[in-house]
């Protein structure tokens, strides 16, 4: 009887805790001593298997390859009635010069190209923008560009194709012009920012 109570006492209190969440399983053990039988209900818990799972992204390499530099633009004065060949970047009149910066007058001028050297005039496109394929598109001619008071066509900002003595092309942005203090002349020096496509 003693045992009876105790056995239910027992399985009580475990469905507490079953339903509390304590026990998993009830294991019965019996014990036998003499006369008397002993029931033991022990509760047992059996774990899940614990599960990681790891995922690794791919690795992602990414290469930016820089584009080859282009020619780079120089500035260059060349002075009144003074001669630049370009290929060479050297002044004064020689059978490789290009242009002659011509004064004809205080108020005349031109540039002229020399020793086989062509130019062509080019609009609608900004000085940055044209590369070679442009300038070896361009109408080239042997005619004097005006850059006088009267009739010029060239001024601040134009920019000047050549196709050099040495068959190179360049290009030319008329940067501006400086005046000449004694005798005065204005626009007596012109001023390029330049680059040559050798």
Not at 110 to 125: I, R
Request: glycine residues 6%; hydrophobic residues 40%.
């Amino acid at each position: 009887m003693k045992t009876s109570r105790m056995v239910l006492l027992l399985v009580f209190c475990c469905a507490v805790a079953i339903a509390a969440g304590a026990c998993g399983t009830i294991e019965e053990t019996t014990t036998t001593t003499g006369a008397d039988a002993t029931t033991t209900l022990a509760p047992t818990t059996t774990a899940a298997p614990e599960t990681t799972t790891t995922t690794e992204a791919p690795a992602t390499t990414t290469t930016t390859v820089a584009p080859a530099p282009g020619p780079v633009a120089q500035d260059k004065v060349v002075k009144g009635t003074w001669s630049w060949d370009i290929d060479s970047d050297t002044d004064g009149s020689s059978p490789g010069a290009d242009l002659w910066w011509r004064q004809a007058s205080s108020t005349e001028r031109y540039l002229v190209p020399k020793n086989d050297a062509e130019f062509a005039l080019l609009s609608g496109e900004t000085f940055e923008s044209l590369d070679l394929a442009d300038l070896q598109a361009a109408t080239y001619s042997t005619d004097p560009l005006s850059a006088s008071d009267v009739g010029a066509v060239i001024d601040a900002g134009s920019i000047v194709a050549v196709h050099t003595t040495e068959g190179a092309y360049a290009k030319l942005l008329v940067t501006g012009f400086q005046p000449l203090e004694d005798p005065p002349r204005l626009k007596y020096y012109i001023v390029f920012s330049y680059v040559l496509y050798e």
